[in-house]
């Protein structure tokens, strides 16, 4: 599986924007870059994901290189609530067997956000 | 109430019991999946399921089971626990037909830890 490297942590002040890193530069070009974020005590939750062009949805947005074998995931602005680990997952589309499904977390990149 | 539920939420047992952990949703989702997380290893899928009649084995099945009562339930099984299968377990689902090309986004519940003396 093509592997992931973000930074082990991160800061940020409350309502600044934050710009956290992924490099992946064994992907695919059936890889999907999706990013989950964990919250304290909860189970991952699904941020964003893009294949070649960048992406925003209501939670952030996704900045992908152009060689594709780094990206950026982008919070506006930061609230306390956005403290999380925040883990970017590379996705075979075409992953069958005993890889469906498989998502390799990694360590991830815990953001902790000052008031 | 959650999309994805399961209980419980907290469990400690011995060496040898059967523990089963539910899952239950509400979204609606043919897709549902267990995962284990420990420190350091990320998340791994123990078994996924497409539909009631499709399951089908993750990377770390050995010494599970599952059984899909529905399609909005998925519970696991530990026939005979033992002390390395003390983790977080967490139950997901998705539906590959939302979420856009590629996503197949996951919906995971809030993890049930279990600890085995």
């Known amino acids: 599986d093509a592997k992931t490297t973000q930074p082990n942590s991160m800061e940020s002040n409350e309502e600044e924007p934050v710009h956290l890193p992924c490099n992946h530069s064994t992907i695919s070009g059936t890889d999907y870059i999706h990013w989950y974020r964990q919250l304290p005590s909860q189970g991952p939750e699904y941020v964003i994901h893009?294949?070649?062009s960048n992406v925003n949805n209501r939670m952030a947005s996704l900045a992908i290189a152009e060689d594709r074998k780094s990206s950026t995931l982008i919070l506006h602005r930061a609230t306390l609530r956005d403290a999380a680990v925040y883990y970017c997952?590379?996705?075979?589309?075409?992953?069958?067997?005993?890889?469906?499904?498989?998502?390799?977390f990694g360590q991830g990149t815990i953001l902790t956000v000052h008031p | 109430d959650a999309d994805v539920t399961q209980t419980p939420r907290n469990r400690i047992t011995k060496t040898g019991k059967r523990i089963m952990l539910e899952c239950s949703q509400t979204k609606g989702h043919d897709r549902m999946y267990w995962y284990r997380q420990d420190p350091g290893l990320g998340l791994r899928l123990i078994y996924y399921?497409?539909?009631?009649?499709?399951?089908n084995k993750g990377e770390i099945s050995d010494g599970y089971s599952v059984s899909r009562q529905a399609q909005a339930k998925f519970s696991l099984s530990l026939e005979s626990a033992i002390p390395n299968q003390t983790a977080l377990y967490f139950c997901?689902?998705?539906?590959?037909?939302?979420?856009?090309?590629?996503?197949?986004?996951?919906?995971f519940g809030a993890g049930s830890r279990l600890t085995v003396l």
């Open positions: 997952i590379l996705r075979d589309l075409n992953a069958g067997g005993t890889s469906y499904g498989k998502l390799t």
């Open positions: 399921s497409f539909d009631v009649k499709d399951i």
């Open positions: 997901a689902t998705s539906d590959p037909r939302t979420g856009g090309t590629g996503a197949n986004v996951l919906t």
């Open positions: 893009g294949l070649t």
